[in-house]
């Protein structure tokens, strides 16, 4: 392998990465614009120059591959002074308005005019070259062309990922400037993403801004929920109390401002679908369920698990186990349907529609899948998908009254609306039960006739796994806190398990442990080992593990 040294410091690196690649491994931070690795290479900003030993000329990082032996260094004089001149050429025509501009505080110009420029503008402000200012190109993105900086990281998303081509740069020289041909509106299913991937405040989502300061979040890393493809995410929501919030949520309990794409190569590479991105506003969609009820009674959680937990059992006594059966969902984690699973004896379900024939199928030839659940690998990994027939099955037997008390998990898919017919389907079963629970995030109609409602928490309130399509296993944390009385369902499972004289953690590390110990496809896989960009259980047969990134650009 390749030995190169970076700032008197050797490192070996596979053959064909750049300079810039090998810096970002091994940490050292060299500025860019036009650069980013999942774009592909177009050497125009000039703000990753540095010096290479034996070349007359300062180098491009990005665009320069490395070489046996090569040495570069990045803070020479030379290359600093190389920057504070691109800097300056850059914020030539930039407007100075960065209070009123929503990417303030997470700005690359700022940030590099911070750390390698400093320098008083040579240039008479009343010159500076005025152009659109909130220019709509398309439903979701807005464009202010004085502040774009030309790096043409958009044009290469449009050209080189989505391959759809909308946007470009016309005209030529310091006429030069971005937009969309004709009235082509810019508005193909992965739009946002160029608002991710510019620098600075030129472009910008017309769902985010100005609703909040940068400064004002907190980031917490996740897993999109929206599909079985898992898009790795940042959600980003209030640090602390800020007044106001979306419906259904207090500022204290937190609120979701935005999600950003989380690179994964081997999942999402740093993309992710539009109705994914804004499928946390299907959490204020319906009104939140945020307290407990028996026949339309307001009562606690802690209160209703006992009595819930005595009536399954005088069920199970009078009729058999077989009269007693749960239904959870694909948007479920593998902690909460494992817990299922052992409190109703195997005798669960999560199909709800068509799942399990849709989860591999594309949507399209980039990330989106048809099954718009997160964890219906993991359900079947589990084994839930047995002989009780889905939903339609659990409903049929209610009627039939083989199965007369159920426990019934709900959370609505985020992205697009649950169909129809299943809840039609559902608002029979409830009808159908002589004893019905269900914990769901919203108060839909169609439970209005359950014996009793139980708040749970939803997607980015709970912590635990989903495996997706391909079989990886990652990790889906919690953001914000529930509403009210809600809880997730493993800890409401936890609760019922010990009241059954099973003590289990209501921890989701602790209880994937124990999944670990007892699903075949999971073992010897530890919680803490999963880390940030999830991981493929060792065990999986290499015949099941299904290519990820065979179509991400
Ligand atoms: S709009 Fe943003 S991403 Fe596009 S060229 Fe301008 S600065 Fe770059
Ligand atoms: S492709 Fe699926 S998982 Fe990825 S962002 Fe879109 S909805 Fe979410
Ligand atoms: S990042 Fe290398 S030239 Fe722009």
Redesign the pocket.
Known sequence: MPKITINDQQYEAPPGKTIIEVADEVGVQIPRYCYHPDIGVEGSCRMCLVEVEKSPKLTPACATPIADGMIVRTTTPRVQQAVRYAMEFLLLHHPIDCPVCDQSGECWLQDYYMDHARHTSRYPGTQKTQRLKAHTLGPLVKLDRERCILCTRCVRFTRNVTQTNEITVFHRGHASEIGVAGDRPFDNPYSVNVVDVCPVGALTSTDFRFKVRAWFLQGTSSI?A??S???NLRIDHSARALGGGAPGYSATEGTIYRTVGRRNVEV?KSW??D???L?FHTMERWPRLRAAREHGSPRTVAELLPVVHQRFEAIREQYGPAAVAALGSATNTNEALFLLKKYFHNRVDFRLGDEVETYRKRQDDL???WDKHPNTRGALDLGLGGDLGGLRGLREMAERRQIRGMWIAFHPQL?GEDAREIVDELRRLVDALEFSVVSATHDFPWMANARIVLPMAGWAEEKGTYTNFAGRVQITARAVAPPGDARPLHLMMSELLALAGVQVSADPAAIFDWIAREVPLYADMDYDAIGPLGIVPPARPAAEIEPETEMVR
């Open positions: 999109c929206g599909c493809t898992g898009c999402n992710l679908c109705e994914g991105r499928s990330l989106r899948r992205v």
